[in-house]
């Protein structure tokens, strides 16, 4: 079994931060691309930023220059850093992971339970 477990959410007044964790564990063999995906109320699910095994990274527009994602791979764990938050950004803030269980084993998709993000004054 295999769980993505987000941590560091909370409310946070306008132009604050937060900082979100999250981390894999069970039966991994291999992690590949980790991400940060976003829900708000009566919307679609959408990517916030995404980060290889070898460090390469990808931002929605929306975030870029407010957010930075990173990983520490001895530890199967992905960061968020979310500085100069706005009152959009609020949602609820998936951890994701493409993983495999074994060497034999393919890649599958792993998520989250979801953390919350209120920006709020």
């Known amino acids: 079994q295999v769980q993505l477990v987000e941590s560091g959410g909370g409310l946070v007044q306008p132009g604050g931060s937060l900082r979100l964790s999250c981390a894999a564990s069970?039966?991994?063999?291999?992690?590949?691309?980790m991400g940060w995906y976003r829900q708000a109320p009566g919307k679609q699910r959408e990517l916030v930023a995404t980060?290889?095994?070898?460090?390469?990274?990808n931002y929605a527009d929306s975030v870029k220059g407010r957010f930075t994602i990173s990983r520490d791979n001895t530890k199967n764990t992905v960061y968020l850093q979310m500085n100069s938050l706005k009152p959009e950004d609020t949602a609820v803030y998936f951890c994701?992971?493409?993983?495999?269980?074994?060497?034999?084993?393919?890649?599958?998709?792993?998520w989250g339970q979801g953390t919350q993000v209120t920006v709020s004054s």
């Open positions: 980060i290889t095994s070898g460090g390469i990274t």
């Open positions: 994701n992971a493409g993983l495999r269980t074994a060497w034999h084993s393919s890649w599958s998709n792993y």
């Open positions: 069970g039966s991994i063999f291999s992690i590949n691309a």
